[in-house]
């Protein structure tokens, strides 16, 4: 690990103008990229007090040796080396994008004597008129497949088109009528042509007037008793149509426009991209990206772009849609300007059509990360590689095939409640989850909520241990169980101890868990805590973390159990919540059940009159006996009165108004 005072360059060294610079590892290995509108301030800010840094820029200035930079006249300027740095030296702390594969796009010749159909990859060419890009090249071909009916335009290869013109023989599709056979002469190079450029008019999303003037050709054929050419031309008809169906018009007036929308978390972000060009969706396209550098949102739009249009493959639309605008901004859009050879509109979509499609980019951008990340948990090879590393990184003695998590969750001190996931072979095990109460103090305070929790868990795995049949379990120590019960309806017990503890939270919490484990005399399970602000792994006794590597399968295993016990946890908590605010006066009535509860409230009208109610007057509601109704009117009575209503609009004291709660459960609401 290197100090970076060692290599940083001297006071006054570095120029105030634009520019990209490079770090170097020991070897001379170029591990990151960066660009500057001013390149002292941007450099300096790398050799500040690594404390003060974020940790991934931390580890990749701890892991460089030099560095150096090369100053240009523009952002723009700068934008572009920045773009042709990364291609050329993939420096391991920027951004990588995993699929950076080229896709299909159809592909009319216009350049060549006898213009010719077929798909292509790879740099546009001068002369050749493109139409996408599409996912997949079946996409394309079973467009052109239906086109071609109407469209015979020549789509084989010059050495299949030079031997039919040898032989004077067409190939099949010219017998089909798939091909209009201009190698044999049967359409001269002009009608030919003429057929190439129809199609390009179609594929453009000029579609209304061709299909108008077939089928006014369809009339006048069938007037004149033309059967068999109105039904080749309805059959045209119809080929057209199914062709257009596949690319449905999603914008109006014939917008050209490629919409990018992102789904991210702490490790990596998945950027989706749509291509309307017509109007219509002509293509997609997506990314994961390893968040490997600290970058924000603004900052991954930029590489995007920066992803399709650098390499000079794709074409600039006439709109480009984001979800956040680049920062700065002017570079962006006058570099994609250049690209393009006139104005790009770089914005984001505030309302209408345009916003609706980029809200649905958005949604398949984050299906993609989900995807992703459930392919990459599902992985054997993947999943073993993780836990070794958190068994490296905490130096346990084995992989953690059991991990649970534990996580406390709370609105203002209120309804305090915590939950626990279990992973066992780094999958999730539903059926050992469980959730707590906290029952031992009132208030908000994690530690010691922390504390609890751990210590009822384990008491209960301890007496477990003492015993040989089922687990006799103090009342006050049983959670409320989410697990499978057994056939008496008690909750199965838990299966067995953890080989690793994690808990949501730094040190604090840690600490608590630690001392709940030695309490009981537990010294077989390791315990860590994963903090959210910079996701660092806590040890107990440490004063500094362990920090994992962003790219960790390890680092990412771990998130994922903590942001399962988060999810578990909070889920539990509204539930109560919600219950809790939706109960009313009477629910805790030893006794009363629910018909009874809507009979009482029925008859009175509201809680204030039944709380007014005799035991006599009670017993007149149908199903309300003397017992229930002493019970019912103790209850009340022991209880201080509701909180008068109030109209929210004029202010007034609502003197006779039913209880809101009671009211709602009733099923009885004003």
């Known amino acids: 690990m290197a100090d970076p005072s060692t290599y940083r360059p001297a006071p006054g060294a570095i120029p105030t103008s634009p520019g990209v610079y490079k770090f170097r590892d020991a070897h001379g290995r170029v591990i990151y990229v960066g660009k500057a509108k001013s390149l002292r301030p941007r450099l300096s800010s790398y050799f500040q007090d690594i404390a003060n840094l974020h940790p991934r820029t931390a580890t990749m200035v701890t892991t460089a040796a030099s560095v150096e930079w090369t100053v240009v006249t523009t952002e723009v300027e700068a934008l572009q080396l920045e773009y042709s740095w990364i291609k050329e030296f993939d420096p391991r702390f920027n951004v990588k994008y995993r699929d950076d594969k080229s896709y299909p796009e159809l592909a009319v010749t216009l350049n060549e004597e006898f213009p010719r159909v077929q798909v292509m990859r790879g740099a546009h060419r001068k002369g050749v ?22 469209f015979p335009v020549r789509t084989c290869s010059n050495g299949v088109f030079k031997r039919a013109q040898q032989v004077g023989r067409p190939c099949l599709l010219g017998y089909i009528g798939k091909c209009a056979a201009p190698c044999v002469g049967k359409v001269s190079e002009a009608e030919h042509r003429e057929l190439a450029e129809e199609f390009c008019d179609f594929m453009a999303g000029r579609t209304g007037g061709y299909l108008r003037r077939l089928e006014q050709q369809m009339a006048e054929a069938a ?28 914008l109006a007036d014939g917008t050209d426009a490629d919409l990018f929308a992102l789904a ?20 997609q396209r997506g990314w994961v990206t390893d968040k490997v550098e600290d970058v924000d949102t603004p900052a991954l739009v930029e590489h995007a772009l920066q992803q399709l249009y650098g390499g000079g493959t794709e074409q600039v639309p006439r709109e480009v849609l984001v ?28 309302r209408g059509d345009k916003k609706d499609l980029m809200a649905t980019v958005q949604r398949n951008a984050q299906q993609a990360l989900a995807l992703h990340k459930t392919k990459r948990a599902s992985d054997l090879t993947t999943r073993s590689r993780a836990l070794q590393e958190i068994a490296e990184a905490l130096e346990l003695d084995s992989a953690p095939l059991r991990i649970e998590c534990y996580d406390i969750s709370h609105l203002q001190g209120e309804d305090v409640v915590a939950s626990m996931v279990v992973f066992e072979d780094g999958l999730v095990r539903k059926s050992e989850y469980r959730r707590f109460q906290i029952k031992g103090f009132a208030g908000q305070d994690d530690v010691r909520s922390m504390h609890e929790v751990i210590s009822r868990r384990f008491r209960r795995y301890l007496q477990e241990r003492e015993q040989t049949g089922e687990w006799a379990v103090p009342e006050e120590d049983a959670p409320e169980e989410t697990g499978p019960r057994t056939e008496d309806g008690r909750p199965k017990r838990f299966a067995y101890p953890p080989q690793l503890l994690v808990v949501d939270g730094g040190q604090p919490q840690v600490a608590a868990a630690k001392r709940a484990l030695d309490e009981l005399g537990i010294d077989d399970v390791a315990v860590c805590g994963l903090a959210k602000r910079l996701e660092e792994v806590w040890l107990p006794g440490e004063d500094d973390p362990v920090v994992l590597p962003r790219s960790s399968e390890g680092l990412y295993l771990l998130q994922r159990v903590r942001d399962e016990a988060h999810r578990f946890a909070i889920s539990y ?18 006794g009363l059940g629910e018909t009874r509860r809507q009979a009482l409230l029925k008859h009175f009208g509201s809680l204030k009159k039944l709380r007014a109610a005799t035991v006599e007057q009670l017993c007149e509601v149908p199903g309300v006996g003397r017992r229930t109704a002493e019970t019912v009117v103790a209850a009340l009575a022991s209880r201080p009165p509701a909180a008068p209503a109030v109209n929210t609009a004029t202010g007034e004291i609502i003197e006779d108004a039913p209880a809101a709660a009671d009211t709602i459960e009733s099923g009885e609401a004003k």
């Open 264 to 283: 991210e978390d702490e490790l990596e972000a998945s950027v989706q991209i749509f291509h309307v060009r017509g109007g219509r969706v002509r293509g």
């Open 223 to 250: 007037a004149e008793l033309e059967y068999e050419k109105a039904a080749r031309l309805r059959d045209d008809i119809g080929a057209l149509k199914r062709a257009m169906e596949k690319n449905a018009v999603v």
């Open 129 to 150: 008129r493109y139409f996408g890009p599409y996912g997949h090249a079946w996409a394309i071909r079973e467009t052109v497949d239906l086109l071609l009916r109407v």
């Open 323 to 350: 979800p956040v605008l680049p920062e700065p901004l002017a570079p962006v859009q006058e570099w994609l300007g250049g690209l393009r050879g006139a104005q790009v509109d770089l914005r984001v979509p505030q």
């Open 573 to 590: 908590q509204r539930a109560k919540r919600s219950k809790r605010l939706t109960a009313g006066e009477l629910d805790s009535v030893p």
